[in-house]
């Protein structure tokens, strides 16, 4: 395998990878992670190109979206590498990680919450 993950990862029954994506609301979730799966990441492959990640010519992006669910993920895991989804499902967790620091993330005033609190929320920029 090619590709640089930046998270731990599990396997699945089937021997695919899951990246388990650290939560920054543990506290309130109770859990200590987000899951991206690789049978979710091949259903949803038609946003691979709002994360830059490159898809073979021969990936008919058309019959693509003609599939159901289970069609789309066969398709997918035909035509494309496992490396491929692997930089797709790392692309999906590095926009669900913020990355704290000087010029990454900025707090802001905001209101949050189904009884909409005033409170400092921390939002980092993004070019996607």
């Not at 992006?61 to 035909?78: P, V």
């Not at 900025?106 to 189904?114: H, N």
Request: aromatic share 8%; hydrophobic share 35%; net charge negative.
């Amino acid at each position: 395998m090619k590709a640089d993950l930046d998270f731990q990862t599990q396997e699945d029954a089937n021997g695919n990878l899951t990246l388990l994506i650290p939560n920054m609301a543990v506290d309130l979730t109770k859990r200590p992670y987000h899951r991206i799966e690789f049978d979710q990441t091949l259903a949803h492959i038609h946003h691979a190109s709002d994360f830059n990640i490159p898809l073979p010519s021969d990936f008919d992006m058309n019959t693509y979206n003609s599939l159901d669910r289970a069609g789309k993920i066969d398709y997918a895991k035909n035509k494309l590498s496992q490396e491929t989804i692997l930089n797709y499902q790392n692309a999906i967790g590095r926009s669900m990680s913020p990355e704290f620091g000087p010029g990454k993330t900025f707090s802001v005033p905001g209101v949050s919450g189904r009884r909409k609190r005033f409170n400092e929320l921390t939002i980092q920029p993004t070019d996607i």
